[in-house]
């Protein structure tokens, strides 16, 4: 198992990104922990309207 750090994971495919918003995925399913774990920073005064089908 490897320690994931924000900055080792940006500039990567975990890095997802539109013009108001950033998604920094530090685990995903795949990683096999049962859950995953996502950094969002979205612009100040934007609004959105995000659909988390399988989330708790």
Same mark, same amino acid.
């Given at each position: ?11 990567? @495919?975990? @890095? ?21 774990? =996502? @950094? ?6 934007? @609004? ?6 399988? =989330?708790?």
């Amino acid at each position: 198992m490897k320690i994931v750090r924000v900055q080792d994971i940006i500039g990567t @495919e975990r @890095e997802v990104s539109d013009k108001q918003w950033t998604s920094r995925r530090l685990l995903l399913k795949k990683d096999g922990m049962g859950f995953s774990f =996502h @950094e969002t920073i979205i612009k100040a005064g934007s @609004e959105h309207t995000f659909w988390y089908k399988h =989330h708790l």
